[in-house]
């Protein structure tokens, strides 16, 4: 009955979008790790952390992965109707650079920006 659901819920999925910049980083960043794992998890003041990990070739049985030929995204798939419609992007601020998501499912950040309700 769960694959079900979920095979209905993938069907109407959009799912990420990465910007030029955060693909060129992906490109440089994983290129020995075969790709990236990102997924929400129960954490933080608000509800949810985002997850970024290398993939380094250990796929779960229950992951949905985006193939970007050079690299592949490996979305948990508790994660994807929360991640669906989201924008990855490459962010640098003074001497800090890091990965950022732009999701217009969040429904508000916790202060700290950490973690997010949905």
Known sequence: MWQIIMLEILKHLTMIEVTD??????????ESHGGVRIALKPGGCA??????DYLDNLLQPD????????????IDRMS???????????????????????????QNRCGCGVSAIF
């Open 80 to 106: 994807i109707p929360m991640l669906d419609g989201a924008t990855l992007d490459w962010k640098v601020e003074g001497i800090n650079e890091e990965f950022t998501f732009r999701n217009p499912n969040e």
């Open 21 to 30: 910049e955060a693909y060129e980083k992906l490109l440089e960043r994983s």
């Open 63 to 74: 992951d949905y992965i985006l193939d970007f030929v050079k690299f592949k995204v490996a």
């Open 47 to 52: 509800g949810f952390e985002y997850k970024f």
